[in-house]
């Protein structure tokens, strides 16, 4: 896929997708927001600003060592997987990495995978996509991760289709991701037959700020909320009490609860309580991943040293499980 030249973009513009991407949150927003005071480019030349940021950040002698690391890791044990997807002037820009233990705990637990891109505590800022489930104990374990340049759909697209492929064509029964339309789409597209959950985390962390006036702490509101998404068992029981809460409250016309009500089928639990998600908490799941990575990186880690060091952060998961797995068969 070619580049288009974002030279139309203004420097306001970069300057707004630079700090959007510091935010987490979503670059392609920012063509829309500055639609009406500036012309000339789109969501794309957006991106595209951003990952030439990117590459002109990332050091070469980095992205050497990180392949390097990489290949001397596959060499060890033929069955660690790894990718580098290159762009169309011959640069690394996108990286997927697997140990050999992960890829044969999926054969066992690969059922459904927690799928999250918000953590980029490393030194370029890219965003860290691991893949997340729960093994026998209920305790987190990875199906690998990737450094990713961007969040468009092809690149996440391009990540699925090699996670598939190390993971030997064996699809999901369900994903649950934050709310992302590229990585929707995605989704979509490589995983057809796979139900596609929103963590309601990601969804939570917006409410003070879209409905501040009336979602607070031990506000009516916000506990009607609460009962409505998390408490009810019937989908009837749930359209009942949406529309209660919302004529009570006159907040028809917000358009955050809109779009909430909108993608009810992804995010409330009523919609898909018949698809397995091996008891996934959608509410937590992120939260708890990001704080245990951030113990092992911080903003100055390089490509090479976050390789290295997620190395060290699955070794510390994998001896809690074979210590838990003990204790199980000792029966103490």
């Not at 937590?284 to 903003?299: H, I, L, P, T």
């Amino acid at each position: 896929m070619r580049m288009r030249s974002n030279k139309c973009v203004s420097e306001e513009a970069k300057g707004m997708d630079e700090k959007f991407s510091r935010e987490i949150l979503e670059v392609g927003k920012v063509s829309t927001i500055l639609a009406g005071q500036i012309i000339g480019f789109n969501k794309r030349d957006c991106w595209n600003h951003l990952r030439n940021v990117r590459h002109k950040n990332l050091e070469v002698g980095d992205v050497q060592s990180v392949i390097d690391y990489l290949h001397r890791k596959q060499n060890e044990n033929p069955q660690f997987f790894y990718r580098v997807q290159v762009d169309e002037h011959g640069r690394d820009v996108n990286f997927f990495w697997v140990d050999a233990r992960s890829r044969l705990s999926y054969q066992q637990f690969g059922k459904v995978v927690f799928f999250d891109t918000t953590y980029r505590t490393n030194k370029y800022e890219m965003p860290f996509a691991p893949f997340t489930e729960v093994n026998h104990h209920y305790k987190t374990i990875r199906f690998g991760c990737a450094l990713l340049q961007d969040d468009i759909e092809p690149t996440f697209s391009w990540l699925f289709i090699i996670w598939l492929e190390a993971m030997g064509e064996q699809h999901l029964s369900a994903i649950i991701s934050d709310q992302d339309s590229a990585m929707a789409d995605a989704i979509k597209k490589v995983f057809p037959n796979t139900r596609h959950c929103l963590c309601l985390w990601h969804i939570k962390k917006n409410s003070p700020e879209k409905i501040a006036h009336i979602y607070f702490k031990k506000s009516k509101f916000k506990g009607d909320m609460k009962i409505c998404i998390h408490r009810t068992y019937k989908i009837h029981e749930f359209e009942e009490r949406w529309e209660k809460m919302i004529v009570a409250f006159d907040i028809s016309n917000n358009e955050w609860l809109k779009n909430l009500y909108e993608i009810r089928e992804s995010s409330v639990h009523v919609y898909y309580r018949n698809t397995f998600y091996a008891g996934m908490n959608t509410t937590g799941r992120s939260e708890g991943v990001n704080a245990f990575f951030k113990s092992f990186m911080s903003s100055k880690t390089n490509l090479n040293e976050f390789a290295v060091r997620y190395k060290q952060a699955v070794k510390e998961i994998v001896d809690k499980e074979d210590e838990e797995d003990l204790i199980e068969k000792a029966g103490v």
